[in-house]
């Protein structure tokens, strides 16, 4: 099945059931941990292998990515994709919200601990639009390195959300002890974002929405994508998958029906300015008139992003739909005069000989 299908198949299931997740929301201990766990994994299941969740007494049902990366990439569409009549009642989240700048205590690893007692400091990498990160806390960094840096990385996350620990997080560092430009944990999120506006940068929400330019050294001869000079994409850790033969990425997206591929044309000894400007072109059209309007809930796929070789063009693409999509490009590629294939974001994968400029179909 298609993403598409098993999202709809989910919102089908919540809805047929949604007496009894209400009821296990606002009434939980007469259910048990174990039980609701069972029964929502139920609907879980029809999307995926292992998304974890977590329903909350408001009616909250959040889901939690916990490290599987390709999931901030499906959660958002799956969200955007429910039924209009649980607007009323439910709130749905694609990942772990953020404790709006509240203290809270964690026990991990025999130790407890206050986020307003964790001090942190933060600075700023232009280069790779990242803050980059120093903690210290005295019971925390009594730890050995591993469960130090674990327990801290999951506090973050339900300190700041999970999207922007994915999002804006670069490198972190433990500290030998309190430094001078320190502050409690529970300020961070809120100083991110006032660096963020500071800078006149948008704020994303959503991983397919921040784009990471990226240039590379051609080697010619070496195959698909081996040509690439420079490029943009929201998703790197596919693109480094690629690269080092890996399909980690691909295939966990895969495995819930969706498709990492990439549209592909050769541009022969057409200038390269040209050619860029015709793949921003296509880019743009590609999602306004095929894969449809971006967290509308109603897209079947995204564009991931897209680079330049010295032999070929590309377009990279997350397809909820696959099927759908290969149906309604035709007409797209027809009106430019390019041989298209799509290949699958694996170095070893049916390159797909999809529209050829003599008009000819596959």
Not at 155 to 176: F, H, K, N, P, R
Not at 213 to 233: E, F, K
Not at 248 to 255: E, I, K, M, S, V
Request: include cysteine; proline fraction near 6%; aromatic fraction near 14%.
């Amino acid at each position: 099945m298609t993403f598409k299908e098993r999202a709809d198949l989910f919102w089908n299931w919540f809805a047929a059931q949604e007496e009894t997740l209400s009821d296990m929301a606002t009434h939980p201990r007469q259910y048990g941990s174990q039980r609701v766990a069972d029964f929502v994994g139920e609907g879980i299941a029809l999307l995926a292998a292992d998304a974890p969740f977590n329903l909350g007494g408001d009616h909250e049902f959040t889901f939690a990515v916990e490290g599987q990366e390709h999931l901030f990439y499906l959660l958002p569409y799956l969200i955007n994709r429910r039924p209009a009549g649980l607007h009323h009642r439910w709130q749905f989240f694609p990942s772990l919200q953020s404790s709006h700048g509240r203290s809270f205590y964690f026990g991990m690893y025999g130790i407890r601990v206050s986020t307003q007692d964790i001090q942190v400091s933060m600075g700023y990498d232009p280069e790779a639009a990242v803050f980059n990160l120093r903690f210290y806390h005295p019971a925390l960094c009594s730890l050995e390195e591993e469960p130090c840096y674990n327990a801290f990385y999951i506090l973050m996350e339900l300190t700041i959300g999970e999207s922007l620990s994915y999002l804006y997080m670069g490198d972190v560092q433990q500290a030998a002890g309190p430094e001078a430009d320190m502050f409690p944990l529970t300020q961070l999120e809120g100083r991110m974002e006032e660096a963020i506006d500071a800078m006149g940068h948008p704020r994303f929400t959503r991983p397919d929405e921040r784009y990471t330019s990226y240039q590379l050294h051609p080697q010619p001869g070496g195959g698909l994508r081996q040509d690439v000079i420079a490029g943009v994409t929201c998703y790197t850790s596919l693109l480094n998958d690629y690269y080092a033969g890996r399909t980690g990425n691909a295939d966990a997206l895969a495995a819930c029906g969706a498709k990492a591929c990439f549209l592909f044309f050769h541009y022969g000894d057409e200038d390269r300015r040209d050619v860029l400007q015709v793949r921003y072109d296509l880019e743009d059209r590609l999602q306004r008139q095929v894969l449809g309007p971006r967290g509308s809930g109603e897209e079947i796929g995204v564009v991931l992003g897209g680079a330049l070789g010295e032999t070929y063009a590309y377009i990279d693409l997350l397809l909820y739909d696959a099927p759908a999509f290969l149906q309604q490009v035709q007409p797209l590629l027809a009106s430019l005069p390019y041989d298209f294939s799509l290949a699958d974001f694996d170095p070893e994968g049916e390159v797909t000989p999809l529209y050829a400029a003599d008009g000819r179909l596959n």
